[in-house]
């Protein structure tokens, strides 16, 4: 089953444009990862925020976290034609050692 | 470039049967973990292997099954494949730890499995 749900499934702006996605999830974390996958290939780490923490920020990346309404987002700023991807929030199960992914975002950055 | 390798990169199998996808983890992580993404869908936790023992197992039938060797490389067998099975299995290792912990585990770039 699904951990994590993101919002919305698609998204379509044009380069230069900030893009934001969400995430809700539904138990308790100890952290929340963000994923990025170009098309058909491999997931890429790109930032972990723990529950401690309410914003992370790594380059043109930020990301929040709320606890109290178990939802996490992540905003790229200044977008780019690179920058379109499969986005996936991820958190860890406490019970067994595998990462609960969500169903991801697509994200499409139009030149 | 996250170290970690898969092959194959694509394969074509027949309904019933059998595959074996290999991955070699980045240079010294001690666990690997194995995952299935269907098209369209975040992947889906299939088993991991910490140290040659298997340590978690995801909802999948028995019919999936998995090896760790002494170098910490490792296999995914699927047995009697189905239409269903038809994905990307993705390998992904890390140096142990708990991933609810917060520890890093990185990627390979997939083997795309088609079941016809």
């Known amino acids: 089953s699904q951990q994590g749900e993101e919002d919305p499934q698609a998204l379509s702006i044009q380069e230069g444009e900030n893009a934001t996605m969400n995430c809700s999830y539904k138990?308790?974390?100890?952290?929340l990862q963000w994923y990025r996958q170009n098309s058909g290939r491999g997931l890429v780490h790109l930032i972990l925020i723990r529950s401690n923490e309410r914003e992370k920020h790594s380059g043109r990346l930020r990301v929040t976290l709320d606890t109290s309404k178990k939802s996490s987002s992540l905003l790229i700023t200044a977008s780019r034609a690179a920058d379109t991807a499969s986005y996936f929030c991820?958190?860890?199960?406490?019970?067994?050692?595998?990462?609960?992914f969500g169903q991801g975002t697509r994200l499409t950055i139009n030149p | 470039e996250t170290g970690v390798t898969q092959s194959p990169t694509h394969l074509i199998k027949t309904r019933g049967q059998q595959v074996t996808l290999r991955c070699s983890s980045q240079?010294?992580?001690?666990?690997v973990s194995w995952y299935q993404q269907a098209l369209g869908q975040g992947p889906q936790f299939i088993f991991q292997?910490?140290?040659?023992?298997?340590?978690g197992r995801g909802n999948f039938p028995p019919r999936f099954s998995g090896l760790q060797f002494p170098n910490y490389s490792s296999e995914l067998n699927v047995n009697a494949l189905e239409l269903d099975d038809s994905a990307l299995y993705l390998c992904?290792?890390?140096?142990?730890?708990?991933?609810?912990?917060?520890?890093?585990?990185?990627f390979g770039e997939g083997s795309w499995l088609t079941v016809v």
């Open positions: 991820a958190t860890g199960d406490q019970g067994a050692q595998k990462l609960v």
């Open positions: 240079s010294g992580h001690n666990t």
């Open positions: 138990t308790s974390i100890n952290n």
């Open positions: 992904a290792s890390s140096l142990g730890g708990s991933v609810y912990s917060g520890n890093t585990i990185y």
């Open positions: 292997y910490y140290r040659e023992e298997e340590n």
